[in-house]
């Protein structure tokens, strides 16, 4: 059984558009009179099929749900080889990440958070610019990406 509708509370139901000099050509109030109102003094409801979060009763927890809606978002895997001139690093990424985020991975690698550098891609020499994500560039998922780093 749902909960109250439109129709059991006419006095909700504001004046149209009309009333005040302007027109409206559909009548909207129509199509959702069967969606449950939540009356003042009462317990909200939900409409059919709507579940408020059940956490502590065996659901998994915020922080569980941010890491899985956070690994949805970032994407598919990418093994980003970032050459330099004496040496290649392997990288693994997420196509929802950042250029940024990959310089931070190399500057950790080398432990030196305060080198400045310029990627590119080996393939077209495409310049590589931080707050672009590797989405943004002719990259594949799970697959591998040459990167050309350079020191400045």
């Known amino acids: 059984m749902s909960g109250p509708t439109r129709q059991d509370y006419p006095h909700t139901s ?6 005040r000099g302007a ?19 009462e317990k909200p409801k939900a409409p059919d099929g709507v579940h408020a979060f059940q956490l502590g009763h065996g659901q998994k927890s915020g922080a569980e749900l941010f890491e899985e809606e956070n690994a949805a978002v970032a994407g598919e895997e990418v093994t980003v ?4 001139p004496d040496k290649e690093v392997p990288v693994q990424m997420k196509m929802g990440h950042t250029v940024e985020l990959l310089k931070l ?4 690698h080398l432990e030196d958070l305060s080198l400045n550098m310029e990627m590119r891609l080996a393939d077209s020499d495409q310049v590589m610019i931080d707050p672009l994500s590797l989405n943004d560039y002719p990259i594949t998922a799970k697959s591998s990406v040459k990167v050309k780093v350079t020191l400045l």
């Open 105 to 108: 991975k190399l500057r950790e």
């Open 14 to 19: 504001s004046p149209s558009l009309g009333q």
């Open 23 to 41: 027109s409206i050509s559909s009548n909207r109030m129509d199509d959702d009179e069967d969606l449950p109102l939540n009356v003042p003094g």
């Open 81 to 84: 080889i970032l050459q330099m």
